[in-house]
């Protein structure tokens, strides 16, 4: 068992399909040789059957004509002497003796070995084998049975050449079955390679990825349980690279964006120092209104950083929804006016809500989706955000006006640092961290967030969140 377990794969393969085949080709010559046995005995018994109903017709005629078995038992006795003179003489030909009788009643002269009679009494008259283990026939004249005549048992006095064809036909399927085991033995160890090779390439692209290599990929031509698990390997180093590329990014973004409101602080502060920009309550503004810039920033990579750990604390309580986004959109309503926005919430059906959720953070959800509107939308739009009840869940959809976003740009909103190119004002600005944001929130509450284009060529974004 230790030596089998450190064979390889192919190896063993080879052995369990070699081993099985040659279990069945031994088992099939098992079960030839005992069905010809079988049936080559059987037949021999049914033609016997068959001759000794014609032994004892022809038994009959002779019994009537010579009153008793006293004809055949002389025949016998003579043919036995016959035997013993041919056995003991050296002379090359020992006249054989006249038995009439007994060539008429044999069927052909192989039974002449074989013939036994037996009176009515079941005595043996010719031969030597007891009536009990003999195969018999019945001798009737007149309809009262004067005797038996019976055969040996084939086994016994086989004749030579059944003996060579029984042996020939072992050597033939012996020969054929050598054959069909190296056949099989050949198939076996190109079958063992064949299956073996792709689990071999997933073991050497398991340590490339190990070693960091994630560009590689196995091929998946095959729809079998090795072919799935060959396109989850590459699912699997398709993920892991884009998440190395997107850890790549955000150490680069990040940077970049600490960098920014850094490189103004400095230069205002240097332009000070040097008295060329003079220290008065504006040019304080803008140093403090930059150091706010930052902290929200910080702020904001620091509650993703909590998500990514899992360290984000949520305050699990029963709320009512409708409560947490009428105080939203109320907080949210003076900006919108004054960006000459309008904003509506409507519902389905206007009830309470139950859910189980940290109030603070789906209002820090929406205050952010509101505020995106706010920066990005076109005065004069509009902003409508409606809430409807599902059988297990509370969608939630927020759409505004024009500019909306790029097909291709709608999937990436939500990546952290992502800004569109298209339509979407650029000059506004922003973090890019906003909606990455959102969706944090939204997993935090085990609910799924997903964009679209609204019917007013604007913005979608649907919400969806497990009721309690």
């Known amino acids: 068992m230790n030596l089998l377990s450190t064979l390889k794969l192919k190896y063993k393969l080879f052995i369990i399909f070699a081993v099985s085949n040659i279990l069945i080709i031994g088992s099939m010559w098992q079960i030839y040789q005992w069905s010809f046995d079988q049936g080559f005995f059987n037949y021999v018994i049914q033609q016997d059957k068959s001759y000794l109903g014609q032994m004892a017709n022809r038994s009959a005629n002779l019994y009537i004509y010579y009153e008793d078995w006293d004809f055949l038992i002389s025949e ?43 009176d009515v009494n079941k005595d043996t008259l010719i031969g030597d084998i007891s009536f009990d283990i003999a195969l018999t026939h019945k001798v009737k004249v007149a309809g009262e049975v004067v005797g038996y005549v019976g055969l040996r048992s084939l086994k ?9 064809f029984v042996k020939k036909q072992a050597e033939s399927f012996l020969l054929i079955s050598a054959f ?33 290599s994630y560009s590689t990929r196995l091929p998946t031509n095959s729809r079998d349980e090795l072919g799935m698990l060959a396109f989850d390997l590459n699912h ?21 964006e600490l960098r920014t409101p850094l490189a ?12 060329i920009i003079k220290v008065t309550p504006d040019s304080l503004g803008s140093l403090f209104n930059e150091t706010v810039h930052l902290g929200r920033l910080i702020e904001d990579l620091n509650q ?16 009512d929804l409708v409560d947490i986004l009428d105080q939203s959109v109320a907080s949210m309503q003076r900006s919108f006016e004054d960006a ?19 109030a603070n953070r789906l209002n820090q959800l929406f205050s952010n989706l509101m505020s995106n509107t706010l920066k990005y939308t076109s005065a004069p739009g509009e902003l409508s955000i409606h809430v409807q009840r599902e059988k297990h869940c509370i969608v939630i959809r927020f759409e505004d006006s024009a500019p909306g976003i790029c097909t291709g740009d709608i999937e990436k909103i939500f990546e952290r640092f992502y800004r569109t190119e298209c339509s979407r004002n650029r000059k506004t600005g922003g973090r890019g961290l906003g909606l990455a944001i959102c969706r944090s929130i939204v997993n935090g509450h085990r609910g799924t967030i997903s964009s679209y284009s609204s019917g007013k060529q604007g913005l979608g974004i649907r919400i969806e969140l497990p009721l309690t």
């Open 76 to 118: 016998s006795r003579l043919e036995a002497d016959w035997r013993k003179a041919k056995l003991a003489s050296t002379a090359d030909m020992v006249p054989s003796p006249l038995t009439p009788n007994l060539d008429l009643i044999y069927p052909s002269q192989q039974y002449r070995k074989r013939f036994l009679l037996y």
């Open 264 to 275: 103004i602080l400095r230069g205002e502060i240097e332009a000070m120092q040097d008295g």
């Open 180 to 212: 069909m085991i190296a056949v099989v033995a050949l198939f076996t160890w190109l079958l063992a390679k064949a299956m073996s090779r792709p689990i071999c390439q997933m073991s050497q692209a398991t340590r490339l990825l190990a070693s960091g």
């Open 236 to 256: 699997l180093a398709s993920t892991l690279q884009n998440s190395t590329e997107a850890r790549k990014r955000w150490v680069a973004d990040t940077a970049h």
């Open 340 to 358: 000459d926005l309008a904003l509506s919430l409507t519902f389905d059906k206007r009830r309470a809500i139950p859910i189980t959720a940290d």
């Open 304 to 319: 993703l950083s909590m998500h990514d750990t899992g360290n984000m604390d949520y305050k699990m309580e029963e709320h």
């Open 156 to 164: 016994e006095v086989v004749q030579h050449h059944t003996i060579e």
